[in-house]
């Protein structure tokens, strides 16, 4: 399966993080803002404001990254990470009360 | 303002204004249910369109344009694993719809029929005065 980008989180002991084509195009499909912003989802993994632990499933993180939507300051982008592989991403308007499992120091 | 105190600006949600059951065109439900991430996502919009997704509720995601704070479609996490068994009726009739999906095909007109149910008799509930308010919790 060919990979858009093959990366690592900011943790301490950096988690492996990759974007398959079929995935990005599943993102893309059902949510066209992020068509043609792979570069986004890369961002919001490698330098997220924080992770959170999923409350559906064990094996899920959450990266969430603000601002980094052109012209959209206030939004969330809201990346969902199962054992390194991005499932789907969207852009987020409020969080969720979720487990922070890391936080960037400063913002 | 450290991080901390940031986010607690953004656990809140914003007023929703939800679509009127008797203005949706079933023409222009589009529906998918992703195996992988256990999401199933509605649109009322015929196809997709850019927006925004608030979180609603436990496992409730709302979508509305970039533009306006009226929803136009609707995300469910943990579809499979929670949403579907707390539906007593919708938890009979899932393992028929799910077998007229495959990874390839996300979609089926069972799965539409399935969405427009589950919008008019779930999501969107008539008031006192005809009014519709968006549900928020379980019947």
């Not at chain 1, 943790?11 to 990759?18: A, D, E, G, N």
């Not at chain 2, 901390?4 to 939800?18: D, K, N, R, V």
């Amino acid at each position: 399966m060919p990979l858009l980008f093959d990366t690592y989180d900011p943790r301490p002991s950096p988690c492996r993080v990759y974007l398959t084509e079929e995935r990005y195009q599943h993102i893309c499909t059902r949510h066209p803002e992020l068509t043609d912003h792979v570069d986004l989802i890369q961002q919001a993994v490698e330098r997220p404001w924080f992770i959170t632990a999923d409350e559906h499933d064990d094996l899920v993180e959450n990266y969430y990254s603000k601002g980094v939507y052109p012209g959209l300051a206030n939004l969330w982008l809201r990346v969902v990470v199962k054992q390194g592989k991005i499932l789907t991403a969207y852009l987020v308007g409020n969080l969720k009360k979720e487990t922070i499992i890391w936080i960037r120091s400063s913002s | 303002m450290d991080t901390q105190q940031l986010l607690a600006e953004y656990y809140t949600t914003p007023e929703l204004i939800p679509p009127d059951p008797k203005t949706i065109n079933p023409d222009n439900v589009w529906v998918d249910y992703d195996v992988e991430s256990d999401i199933l996502v509605i649109y009322l919009t015929k196809k997709p369109v850019p927006g925004v997704s608030y979180h609603i509720g436990n496992n409730l995601i709302a979508i509305t344009p970039f533009d306006s704070n009226t929803i136009i479609g609707f995300q469910i996490e943990a579809w499979e694993k929670e949403f579907v068994p707390s539906q007593e009726q919708l938890a009979e009739r899932w393992p028929n719809i799910r077998r007229s999906l495959s990874a390839e095909r996300t979609w089926s007109p069972m799965l539409v029929l399935m969405a427009l149910l589950l919008l008019t008799g779930y999501f969107l509930k008539p008031g006192e005065d005809e009014h519709l308010a968006l549900a928020l919790t379980p019947a």
